[in-house]
């Protein structure tokens, strides 16, 4: 559902994204780690469509997201960890606009955004402005809005930000539910918590290259930590930062 | 490989025509205009005082612009056969200056709009062709960019209609002829916007508009530059002079100037002569339509291209080798910077206010909008004044020396009001999600805002002031009576200054991080009227306050008088609020 071959990205001197090549398949619920700057947001705006690759290809459901745009965005939603929303519009508006720019007839879109509303409960704040909701409100606004005309890739950068437990458990339980039935999950976080319940299969991306990539237990051989997802993680990126340490060393 | 041209096509291609898009334009349009509806009426709800003191300011300005260009038009008519030359030039000139604003304008409204936008942003991972995104951003930022040209240019066309005795039907078409006219600097900004992203970095594209803007006004200077003229030649042959005045305004009626056919245009149907005035509308009709059809069809794939590069290259500057080797050693010699340096040779300020001094610099410092504008204003000002010299072997008469004077200390005053509300006025709110960081620290809000204020105050003395000496030196005037317009605009500085910062700190807004949208609240408002209401009235309390009347010196009570009120006026407009604004943050809640 999702094939990023060969995918590079510079910023000037800086490479960004190195050489990722990842295949996630249908309804997989994937989790992408990894330190500050390790290139996870500049993997997702390729992914989105927002900046084009230096070199390789991201695909969306069979769509290359350069060369297929319309098609590819069609099927993916995508929500940043600080979402835009229009400050003077209503969430039931603002979800209106949305459904409209993906086509959705209006039946459809009144039933899922009221389901969607029901679940994220947001009925009190329907008709209220925007630019007057707390930063967690206007998060679930922005995920419903994503969910509204089913995509068949969902992806997110730290969608936990702002949410509060009960929204957060919420939020899980419907990417669980839509990830059974189809949808593919991309989740780019910090919280490592996350990926241990939810995730199927995990990639640590440490300078711009995934340096490990397999599901809980295959991570976990593969680090040689025991314990928790977080010790994994910090041995896997600690020697990937020795290796590269005695690779500048020897150069 | 295949050629470039192909490559392009090839990528056009892969965008489907915004046609099978189901109205997804329409869908933007109809949500912006939604939006901007309900800030109109938050306006309205939010004060009465503040929609009062705008429809006020509105009405104002029209009545004032259109009285003052109705009687500017009316005395430039009455020179006996110059008359309708005069006015003609002023007309094609106004329009050319007018033309080079709306392109600048233009320019850095769409590239912002285009590349600094969150809606932008937004809508581009969303199932819309970049064509459909580009023609919104091009429509909203040809408005943004044009409301102003409208409401400045407005007034001058309804005063020239009157002093030409043009039919009812003058008014609607000149409407028309405008509305083709600024389609055309809307396209030229907004592909020059699309290409300077393509090819520099936002840190180059403000040094590179700066450098043009500079290039400019030295160009300007070195073409109208003043030329020597004897008493003799303007009594005997003041035709020649005329016309060698005259000339340097040709550039203005180049033909290919879109100014020269909206001028052209608008005169011609004034004076009758529909057919001369057709001609120049369908000029305008057909270059607005051609470079509009192609704003609307075959700007997506740049635009997207485009925005792709702005988000995706390291610094064009860092890419000099000499830049790269300077930041590196920068990096790792971690120097204290020059701001540091100088401000740690002030004496008396502590530790703590000498931080915030020298924080408040490098934001200003690094903010090339602030010090670009603050260029701009100051720097025109400045080339008039010092242009001043020429003339003043001509202004011989006490009257025009005098008014010429006390309207310098008005402009002054003016560009730093401007200046004051559009930068000073947001300073505490700009603090705003950050104010946490002085809010704790143990400087605490009140000397916060007093070394703000300090701040302000002393870099808009070293302008205003220096300006204000080079200005009575121009004139030759005598070194009392600078001291006196000296003291004036050190005076109306503070208050100024003082104006500013108390207003701010009274209606914060520390939820926005965009000073431009900050100072349009109701605080910003009042600060600016309130600020040009202080001008007028000062000005006038020390022009007749001054000791040196016409009729001899004037007897001290009367000017201890004007001086006390002009004192007690700043104590009002400027210690108050600052007082006020101090005990406010006092108590503030964040």
Same mark, same amino acid.
């Given at each position: 559902m999702?094939?990023l071959?060969?995918?590079?990205?510079?910023?000037?001197?800086?490479?960004?994204?190195?050489?990722?090549?990842?295949?996630? *398949?249908? =309804?997989?619920?994937?989790?992408?780690?990894?330190?500050?700057?390790?290139?996870?947001?500049?993997?997702?705006?390729?992914?989105?469509?927002?900046?084009?690759?230096?070199?390789?290809?991201?695909?969306?459901?069979?769509?290359?997201?350069?060369?297929?745009?319309?098609?590819?965005?069609?099927?993916?939603?995508?929500?940043?960890?600080?979402?835009?929303?229009?400050?003077?519009?209503?969430?039931?508006e603002?979800? #209106?606009?949305?459904?409209?720019?993906?086509?959705?007839?209006e039946?459809?879109?009144?039933?899922?955004?009221?389901?969607?509303?029901r679940?994220?409960?947001?009925?009190?704040?329907?008709?209220?402005?925007?630019?007057?909701? *707390?930063?967690?409100?206007?998060?679930?606004?922005?995920?419903? *809005?994503?969910?509204?005309?089913?995509?068949?890739?969902?992806?997110?950068?730290?969608?936990?930000?702002?949410?509060?437990?009960?929204?957060?458990?919420?939020?899980?339980?419907?990417?669980?539910?839509?990830?059974?039935? =189809?949808?593919?999950v991309?989740? *780019?976080?910090?919280?490592?918590?996350?990926?241990?319940?939810?995730?199927?299969?995990i =990639?640590?991306?440490?300078?711009? #290259?995934?340096i490990?990539?397999?599901? #809980?237990?295959?991570?976990?051989?593969?680090?040689?930590?025991?314990?928790?997802?977080?010790?994994?993680?910090?041995?896997?990126?600690?020697?990937?930062?020795?290796?590269?340490?005695?690779?500048?060393?020897?150069? | 490989?295949?050629?470039?041209?192909?490559?392009?096509?090839?990528?056009?291609?892969?965008?489907?025509?915004?046609?099978?898009?189901?109205?997804?334009?329409?869908?933007?349009?109809?949500?912006? %205009?939604?939006?901007?509806?309900?800030?109109v009426?938050?306006?309205?709800?939010?004060?009465?005082?503040?929609?009062?003191?705008?429809?006020?300011?509105?009405?104002?300005?029209?009545?004032?612009?259109?009285?003052?260009?109705?009687?500017?038009?009316?005395?430039?008519?009455?020179?006996?056969?110059?008359?309708?030359?005069?006015?003609e030039?002023?007309?094609?000139?106004?329009?050319?200056?007018?033309?080079?604003?709306?392109?600048?304008?233009?320019?850095?409204?769409s590239?912002?709009?285009?590349?600094?936008?969150?809606?932008?942003?937004?809508?581009?991972?969303?199932?819309? /062709?970049?064509?459909?995104?580009?023609?919104?951003?091009?429509?909203?930022?040809?408005?943004?960019?044009s409301?102003?040209?409208?409401?400045?240019?407005?007034?001058?066309?309804?005063?020239?209609?009157?002093?030409?005795?043009?039919?009812?039907?003058?008014?609607?078409?000149?409407?028309?002829?405008?509305?083709?006219?600024?389609?055309?600097?809307?396209?030229?900004?907004?592909?020059?916007?699309?290409?300077?992203?393509?090819?520099?970095?936002?840190?180059?594209?403000?040094?590179?508009?700066?450098?043009?803007?500079?290039?400019?006004?030295?160009?300007?200077?070195?073409?109208?530059?003043?030329?020597?003229?004897?008493?003799?030649?303007?009594?005997?042959?003041?035709?020649?002079?005329?016309?060698?005045?005259?000339?340097?305004?040709?550039?203005?009626?180049?033909?290919?100037?879109?100014?020269?056919?909206?001028?052209a245009?608008?005169?011609?149907?004034?004076?009758? $002569?529909?057919? %001369?005035?057709?001609?120049?509308?369908?000029?305008?009709?057909?270059?607005?339509?051609?470079?509009?059809?192609?704003?609307?069809?075959?700007?997506?794939?740049?635009?997207?291209?485009?925005?792709?590069?702005?988000?995706?290259r390291?610094?064009?500057l860092?890419?000099?080798?000499?830049?790269?080797?300077?930041?590196? @050693?920068?990096?790792?010699?971690?120097?204290?910077?020059?701001?540091?340096?100088?401000?740690?040779?002030?004496?008396?300020?502590?530790?703590?206010a000498?931080?915030?001094?020298?924080?408040?610099?490098?934001?200003?410092?690094?903010?090339?909008?602030?010090?670009?504008?603050?260029?701009?204003?100051?720097?025109?000002?400045?080339?008039?004044?010092?242009?001043?010299?020429?003339?003043?072997?001509q202004?011989?008469?006490?009257?025009?020396?005098?008014?010429?004077?006390?309207?310098?200390?008005?402009?002054?005053?003016?560009?730093?009001?401007?200046?004051?509300?559009?930068?000073?006025? /947001?300073?505490?709110?700009?603090?705003?999600?950050?104010?946490?960081i002085?809010?704790l $620290?143990?400087?605490?809000?009140?000397?916060?805002?007093?070394?703000?204020?300090?701040?302000?105050?002393?870099?808009?003395?070293?302008?205003?002031?220096?300006?204000?000496?080079?200005?009575?030196?121009?004139?030759?005037? %005598?070194?009392?009576?600078?001291?006196?317009?000296?003291?004036?605009?050190?005076?109306?500085?503070?208050?100024? &200054?003082?104006?500013?910062?108390?207003?701010?700190a009274?209606?914060? &807004?520390?939820?926005?991080? &965009? /000073?431009?949208?900050?100072?349009?609240?109701?605080?910003?408002?009042?600060?600016?009227?309130?600020?040009?209401?202080?001008?007028?009235?000062?000005?006038?309390?020390?022009?007749?306050?001054?000791?040196?009347?016409?009729?001899?010196?004037?007897?001290?009570?009367?000017?201890?008088?004007?001086?006390?009120?002009?004192?007690?006026?700043?104590?009002?407009?400027?210690?108050?609020?600052?007082?006020?604004?101090? @005990? @406010?943050?006092?108590?503030?809640?964040?």
């Amino acid at each position: 559902m999702i094939e990023l071959n060969h995918l590079v990205k510079r910023f000037g001197d800086l490479v960004a994204v190195n050489d990722l090549t990842l295949h996630i *398949s249908a =309804g997989e619920f994937f989790a992408l780690l990894g330190p500050n700057a390790a290139g996870k947001t500049t993997t997702i705006k390729v992914l989105a469509g927002l900046i084009k690759p230096t070199a390789g290809t991201a695909r969306v459901a069979g769509f290359d997201v350069q060369h297929e745009p319309l098609e590819a965005r069609r099927r993916l939603a995508y929500v940043p960890d600080f979402p835009f929303l229009y400050d003077k519009l209503t969430p039931w508006e603002f979800l #209106r606009f949305t459904g409209q720019l993906f086509r959705m007839d209006e039946a459809r879109l009144e039933r899922v955004a009221r389901e969607l509303v029901r679940r994220f409960n947001l009925e009190p704040y329907l008709a209220k402005a925007i630019e007057g909701l *707390s930063h967690g409100t206007r998060q679930r606004v922005a995920i419903v *809005s994503a969910l509204l005309h089913a995509p068949e890739v969902f992806v997110l950068d730290e969608p936990m930000v702002g949410l509060d437990p009960h929204h957060a458990r919420v939020l899980k339980d419907i990417l669980k539910e839509r990830s059974q039935q =189809g949808m593919t999950v991309f989740v *780019s976080t910090h919280q490592l918590s996350i990926a241990e319940e939810m995730a199927d299969r995990i =990639g640590i991306m440490h300078e711009g #290259r995934l340096i490990a990539l397999g599901t #809980r237990e295959e991570l976990r051989r593969q680090s040689g930590a025991a314990g928790a997802l977080e010790q994994t993680f910090l041995a896997l990126t600690e020697q990937e930062a020795n290796l590269r340490e005695e690779h500048a060393a020897a150069k | 490989m295949p050629p470039r041209s192909e490559v392009r096509r090839a990528a056009a291609a892969n965008w489907p025509s915004p046609a099978t898009v189901a109205n997804p334009l329409w869908l933007l349009l109809r949500v912006n %205009a939604l939006q901007s509806w309900r800030r109109v009426l938050a306006l309205r709800q939010q004060s009465k005082l503040l929609t009062a003191l705008i429809g006020v300011f509105l009405v104002g300005y029209a009545a004032l612009a259109f009285l003052l260009f109705y009687r500017g038009l009316r005395f430039a008519g009455q020179f006996p056969g110059l008359g309708a030359v005069l006015i003609e030039r002023m007309i094609y000139l106004l329009f050319a200056c007018l033309f080079a604003l709306l392109l600048l304008s233009n320019l850095v409204i769409s590239y912002t709009n285009l590349f600094r936008n969150r809606e932008t942003a937004f809508l581009l991972p969303l199932p819309l /062709p970049p064509q459909t995104i580009f023609r919104w951003k091009f429509i909203e930022s040809t408005l943004l960019a044009s409301w102003a040209f409208l409401f400045l240019i407005a007034p001058l066309l309804a005063a020239y209609g009157l002093t030409q005795n043009a039919a009812w039907h003058f008014y609607p078409i000149t409407l028309l002829f405008i509305a083709l006219f600024i389609v055309l600097p809307a396209t030229a900004g907004a592909w020059l916007a699309v290409t300077v992203a393509r090819f520099l970095d936002r840190r180059a594209f403000q040094l590179a508009a700066l450098a043009v803007a500079a290039g400019m006004i030295v160009v300007s200077i070195i073409w109208l530059r003043p030329e020597p003229v004897t008493d003799e030649q303007l009594q005997t042959r003041v035709l020649v002079v005329l016309d060698r005045l005259l000339l340097r305004t040709r550039f203005a009626q180049f033909p290919l100037l879109p100014s020269y056919w909206l001028s052209a245009g608008v005169q011609h149907w004034a004076e009758g $002569a529909l057919a %001369a005035a057709g001609f120049f509308a369908l000029v305008l009709l057909s270059y607005a339509l051609f470079f509009g059809s192609l704003m609307f069809t075959r700007m997506g794939t740049r635009f997207y291209n485009a925005a792709s590069a702005v988000q995706s290259r390291g610094s064009v500057l860092g890419r000099w080798r000499g830049m790269r080797a300077w930041r590196r @050693r920068a990096v790792f010699s971690y120097p204290r910077g020059w701001f540091e340096t100088v401000f740690g040779w002030l004496p008396a300020v502590s530790a703590d206010a000498r931080a915030l001094l020298v924080k408040d610099a490098r934001v200003f410092w690094r903010d090339t909008t602030q010090w670009g504008q603050t260029l701009v204003l100051f720097g025109l000002l400045a080339v008039y004044i010092l242009n001043l010299r020429h003339f003043s072997e001509q202004l011989t008469n006490p009257f025009w020396i005098n008014l010429i004077s006390y309207l310098n200390l008005g402009a002054c005053s003016l560009n730093l009001a401007t200046l004051t509300t559009r930068f000073v006025y /947001p300073q505490f709110s700009l603090e705003g999600k950050r104010l946490w960081i002085v809010g704790l $620290a143990p400087l605490g809000l009140p000397r916060v805002l007093r070394v703000k204020f300090a701040f302000g105050s002393a870099l808009s003395l070293l302008v205003t002031a220096g300006l204000m000496v080079v200005s009575c030196r121009m004139l030759v005037l %005598a070194w009392a009576r600078t001291f006196y317009l000296l003291g004036a605009v050190v005076v109306m500085t503070l208050a100024l &200054n003082a104006l500013a910062i108390g207003l701010g700190a009274l209606y914060p &807004n520390l939820k926005e991080d &965009n /000073p431009s949208k900050i100072v349009s609240g109701f605080g910003g408002t009042f600060c600016l009227v309130l600020s040009f209401l202080y001008i007028v009235a000062s000005v006038v309390l020390v022009a007749v306050g001054s000791p040196w009347g016409r009729a001899g010196d004037k007897p001290w009570p009367w000017v201890a008088g004007a001086w006390l009120a002009f004192l007690g006026l700043s104590w009002l407009v400027g210690w108050v609020p600052l007082r006020l604004g101090v @005990r @406010r943050v006092v108590e503030f809640e964040y």
